[in-house]
Nanobody, 126 residues
């Protein structure tokens, strides 16, 4: 079956870094796009970053641009999210999601992703 498993979350202080991983199975990794979304307590689900098929292109939400980096490792079927200079407002459950074909303009919309992981908690607090 298709599985997306996030890992790497935790409790950190403002200014710290975390590296999240999304391990994908049950899908041909080179033929999917993967994105990270997050949802803080009492907030709507927010687009964070995405990578298209075979690393064709990458996209970032405005709130994380310049601080976060998305990348993929085809050999490990894993997508990473390197998060630097973390802020309290980054506190959220982070989800990875995958699709097998959407138009570019649909990338930031969570409803366009068919496969989801269970999420990993990131808490940024002093």
């Amino acid at each position: 079956q298709v599985q997306l498993v996030e890992s790497g979350g935790g409790l950190v202080q403002p200014g710290d870094s975390l590296r999240l991983s999304c391990a994908v199975s049950g899908l041909t990794f080179s033929n999917i796009g993967v994105a990270w979304f997050r949802q803080g307590a009492g907030k709507e689900r927010e687009f964070v970053a995405a990578i298209r098929y075979r690393g064709r292109d990458v996209y970032y939400g405005d709130s994380v641009k310049g601080r976060f980096t998305i990348s993929g490792d085809n050999g490990k079927n894993t997508v990473y999210l390197q998060m630097n200079v973390l802020k309290p407002e980054d506190t959220a459950v982070y989800y990875c999601a995958a699709h097998r074909g959407i138009i570019v303009s649909s990338i930031p919309s969570a409803t366009n992703y068919a496969y989801w992981g269970q999420g990993t908690q990131v808490t940024v607090s002093s």
